[in-house]
């Protein structure tokens, strides 16, 4: 049946209830799956507009994504739009980007990143010809990983030891206990080749030096799919899932914040709003932060397995100081996504995950969506973010007082590399730190990306799509299975619907 038939529709009057938290792209998307199976769905979002991470900030002509800016696999949200009777195409222009990313190392040398196979083999000779056959066998692993660790793993819930076991053999394939930084390494041994080929997990809140090789399925899905951009920005995308929900029926409502998951004969059954008002439901989907969903949603006497101890013990991803500016004029040598780096790569790493001490040194992606769409600022400006992983809470950092002078910092090494007289065409100025992440986006320790991407703390080991403590709860999202990053959050929404109950078990239970 058609997501809008007679029959579904009539059918979705008695049908169970679903409560999404959190309007984030995994819940947005979870809501679409629900919907579309027959669900009646209301999604509830804290803050005053959808997208959670993915929210929007307008500012004087300025448009700025607040957060993921990088589309790869872009069936994964055609498929959703399939799935409601509707094409992505008419509602979202999505533009193949070239290069995918600038690489620009210390020195003023880069490498540009794309996915044409002769064009990077070119690049990869200009540093050093030598490994080429190195990168040729680092691609071919990259292209396993990504047939075992995306095709067949990454949609596939772990829900239980069985699961866990049965992938044992893929792991094995993949040599997953390997990190990535150790794979590349394996293969290529000029040192800036080295950090171009492993950098991919910081884009979802992973050291190379520490995750698992099995990312390197991102080098292969970008090689596959590219690298693209929603004109109108990223919020075109929430935009376009939030139009396709209000065509299934369901409601996105704002300024809701959930402050208690409600329980009835020890399962979900619904949830308290900060204002009081209790929602009922029949299961309770959360794509808020794992770790703050089970520490502060979930009362500590319903979580055998999330205990407030093993949370504390978890490692958790780096966080993200982010500065949104507009220039009056434009840098039109600058392309859409540059790769900043600074004069350490491994001890900056460690600086990072591992001591979580804030350096006085940075890399920095910068983020120049004019490049690509004029319509993100007034005409004859640029829109930019500069972000900077940074480490999260556990480093002391007082950012109340430290995030002026921090801003001050990333502005003068841009102004000296790439955007001379930076400083004179300012026109708009916003800043976020991991206080952000804390208290805006309710992220345990302020972690940008949650639970770290460690090879125990992924598939089965990280907190599991349908819950492990509470029965009728599920997880989207970035701290659940597969991870973080746009494909992995839609990812989390289909290996949710492989261990959803079924619509007939809810109406024996009312009959």
Not at 60 to 71: E, K, S
Not at 196 to 206: E, N, R, T, Y
């Amino acid at each position: 049946m058609k997501p809008d038939s007679p029959e579904l529709l009539l059918a979705r009057d008695g049908a169970p209830t679903a409560v999404v938290i959190g309007a984030g792209f995994g819940g947005l998307a979870a809501a679409v799956r629900l919907a579309c199976k027959g669900w009646r769905v209301q999604v509830l979002e804290k803050l005053d507009a959808p997208g959670g991470r993915a929210y929007v900030h307008r500012e004087a002509g300025y448009t700025f994504d607040a957060g993921p800016t990088i589309v790869t696999v872009p069936q994964l949200f055609e498929e959703l739009w399939t799935l409601a009777g509707r094409k992505l195409a008419e509602d979202v222009t999505l533009k193949p980007l070239d290069p995918f990313y600038r690489i620009r190392f210390d020195d003023g040398t880069h490498f540009d990143y794309n996915g044409d196979a002769d064009h990077m083999r070119r690049e990869v000779a200009r540093f050093s010809p030598a490994d080429l056959p190195g990168y040729e066998r680092f691609m071919a692993e990259a292209e396993r990983c990504y047939r075992i660790g995306f095709e067949e793993l990454g949609a596939t819930a772990f829900d239980s030891l069985r699961d866990l076991v049965s992938a044992i053999p893929a792991l094995i394939k993949m040599r997953s206990w390997r990190t990535i930084r150790g794979m590349v390494n394996s293969h290529i041994r000029d040192p800036k080749l080295r950090v171009v080929f492993s950098f991919h997990p910081l884009l979802i809140g992973g050291n190379p030096s520490a995750v698992t090789c099995t990312y390197s399925l991102i080098n292969m899905l970008e090689r596959r799919f590219g690298v693209h951009w929603a004109m109108g920005g990223t919020g075109a995308l929430v935009t376009g899932l939030v139009k396709l929900l209000a065509q299934l029926g369901v409601t996105v409502r704002c300024n809701a914040q959930v402050q208690r998951i409600v329980t009835t004969g020890g399962r979900a059954s619904g949830v308290e709003l900060a204002n009081g008002e209790v929602i009922e439901a029949d299961i309770v989907v959360s794509n808020a932060d794992t770790a703050w969903t089970y520490r502060h949603l979930v009362a500590p006497e319903q979580r055998r397995v999330w205990s407030d101890r093993k949370l504390d013990r978890a490692r958790y991803s780096m966080s993200l100081f982010v500065w949104y500016f507009g220039t009056d004029k434009q840098y039109a040598d600058v392309p859409h996504h540059t790769m900043v780096l600074g004069p350490r790569y491994e001890g900056l790493l460690k600086d990072i995950f591992k001591r979580h001490h804030l350096a006085d040194d940075f890399s920095l992606y910068l983020h120049r969506p004019t490049a690509s769409d004029p319509s993100m600022a007034p005409a004859g400006c640029d829109a930019f973010y500069a972000l900077s992983p940074v480490p999260h809470l556990d480093s002391g950092t007082d950012w109340r007082t430290q995030a002026a002078s921090y801003r001050q910092a990333i502005e003068r090494r841009l102004e000296s590399t790439l955007l001379p007289g930076l400083g004179q065409h300012i026109t708009v100025s916003r800043v976020m730190t991991p206080l952000d992440f804390q208290d805006r986006l309710l992220s345990h320790k302020g972690a940008a990306f949650g639970l770290e991407p460690l090879l125990l703390q992924s598939a089965w080991f990280r907190p599991h799509n349908r819950s492990e403590d509470l029965p009728g709860l599920f997880m989207v999202g970035a701290g659940t299975h597969p991870g973080a990053g746009i494909p992995g959050v839609l990812m989390s929404a289909k290996a949710l619907e492989s261990v959803l109950p079924p619509l007939s078990s809810f109406a024996k239970a009312r009959a």
